[in-house]
């Protein structure tokens, strides 16, 4: 099994601090390279109805909306105004 060598750390700690420089960098002077790795929120449920063609596009399943709801204290989704993926992963959920 090959080893890594002692200056391996080092550099590659060099090169992710200069990566994330140069990503921060564009993403402040260029809005089209913003909008390549910047998140928006996307509306999953409207008015009490799943939205499929998001739900698809975000890899978000049914289970997944529902297990929302159950810990929002919700029970039906046709109580519900909206849920929304947000650019952090999470969900939430507006009661009507």
Do not use: C
């Not at 998140?39 to 799943?50: F, I, K, R, S």
């Amino acid at each position: 099994m090959p080893r890594a060598s002692y200056p391996g750390g080092p550099v590659s700690a060099i090169f992710r601090g200069a990566l994330q420089y140069v990503i921060t960098w564009l993403s402040v002077r260029s809005e089209r390279f913003q909008s390549l790795i910047k998140a928006e929120p996307t509306l999953l449920v409207h008015e009490g109805q799943y939205l499929d063609a998001a739900l698809r596009r975000q890899r978000v399943t049914r289970e997944e909306i529902d297990a929302a709801l159950r810990q929002n204290g919700q029970t039906d989704i046709a109580k519900v105004m909206s849920v929304v993926l947000e650019t952090d992963g999470s969900l939430s959920v507006v009661p009507r």
